[in-house]
């Protein structure tokens, strides 16, 4: 069975870094292409980064330079490391399994300013 679990997410204040972690399970991250998205409230989903096997990384421009997606293969998890955060990054934060577009519960991140 196809999961993913996130985990990591919190109270900052602006500025601050957080690093969100992925779980994956019944199947390889390292297969698989892998995506952050988040949902503000009241908004629609928002796609933030994505990891292809190869190592391909891409960003939304509202966190280029700041976010960085990652994922360890020996533990099949996926990361996404977040600095110098912003009120506006607010939101829950979710992983997807692209290819079977299964996606973890999300973790919520909330900025003070």
């Known amino acids: 069975q196809v999961q993913l679990v996130e985990s990591g997410g919190g109270l900052v204040q602006s500025g601050g870094s957080l690093r969100l972690t992925c779980a994956g399970s019944g199947f390889p991250v390292s297969d698989e292409i892998m995506t952050w998205h988040r949902q503000a409230r009241d908004k629609p989903p928002e796609w933030i980064a994505t990891?292809?096997?190869?190592?391909?990384?891409f960003y939304d421009d509202s966190v280029k330079g700041r976010f960085t997606i990652s994922r360890d293969d020996a533990k099949n998890t996926l990361y996404l490391q977040m600095n110098s955060l912003k009120p506006e990054d607010t939101a829950v934060y979710y992983c997807q399994n692209h290819d079977s577009n299964t996606w973890g519960q999300g973790t919520q991140v909330t900025v003070s300013s």
């Open positions: 990891l292809f096997p190869g190592g391909a990384t």
